[in-house]
T-cell receptor
Framework: SQTIHQWPATLVQPVGSPLSLECTVE??????LYWYRQAAGRGLQLLFYSVGIGQISSEVPQNLSASRPQDRQFILSSKKLLLSDSGFYLCAWSTGRETGELFFGEGSRLTVL | GQNIDQPTEMTATEGAIVQINCTYQTSGFNGLFWYQQHAGEAPTFLSYNVLDGLEEKGRFSSFLSRSKGYSYLLLKELQMKDSASYLC??????????WGAGTKLIIKP
């Protein structure tokens, strides 16, 4: 069966510090991968998605970046965090872009102070 | 613009029935999705509608009217574990999901 894991689950970072969130998927090949951010009282915001290794599409211009160094690994990074980067970050995978059935990781709660 | 509207919060009684409404405006339409999200956890997929009508899956059913841009999620025989947020999402012509802010459902004994 397929599984998805992301880490760390919780982190508190000072403004201006770097960020690295990692997500891995097991049990499937060539998944579509996504990074979402969820802010309180707002819908899920798509940050990045990837259809293959090294193929990253950015949906929202910001100080975040994403990379896909391996087929089932997706990394969200920042060189310098802002206060507004605080939120609940979710990694997800799907079998294809046309399917809206997403499988989410456990989530990473980021607090920037 | 694209938009998903759903109530912020609803309260219901254990054992009862509750209907959570969702209206959507998307550029093109490729389906309407419902997800369940317990507090502090990730969303999990509940249902998908692309044609008009009712889709039943156990205690949960989802309805779609494309002409009205409207969907609802119906939960029967409510259990305490159904206390969660329910997210409505519409898929546009580019296969992008547009998410509502979610409806927090509170179940009382």
């Amino acid at each position: 069966s397929q599984t998805i894991h992301q880490w760390p689950a919780t982190l508190v970072q000072p403004v201006g510090s770097p960020l690295s969130l990692e997500c891995t998927v097991e049990g499937t090949s060539n998944p579509n991968l996504y990074w979402y951010r969820q802010a309180a009282g707002r819908g899920l915001q798509l940050l990045f998605y990837s259809v293959g290794i090294g193929q990253i599409s950015s949906e929202v211009p910001q100080n975040l970046s994403a990379s896909r160094p391996q087929d089932r690994q997706f990394i969200l990074s920042s060189k310098k965090l802002l206060l507004s980067d605080s939120g609940f970050y979710l990694c997800a995978w799907s079998t294809g872009r046309e399917t809206g059935e997403l499988f989410f990781g456990e989530g990473s709660r980021l607090t920037v102070l | 613009g694209q938009n998903i509207d759903q109530p912020t919060e609803m309260t219901a009684t254990e054992g009862a029935i509750v209907q959570i409404n969702c209206t959507y405006q998307t550029s093109g339409f490729n389906g309407l999705f419902w997800y369940q999200q317990h507090a502090g956890e990730a969303p999990t997929f509940l249902s998908y509608n692309v044609l008009d009508g009712l889709e039943e899956k156990g205690r949960f059913s989802s309805f779609l009217s494309r002409s009205k841009g409207y969907s609802y999620l119906l939960l029967k025989e409510l259990q305490m574990k159904d206390s969660a947020s329910y997210l409505c999402a519409g898929m546009d012509s580019n296969y992008q999901l547009i998410w509502g802010a979610g409806t927090k459902l509170i179940i009382k004994p």
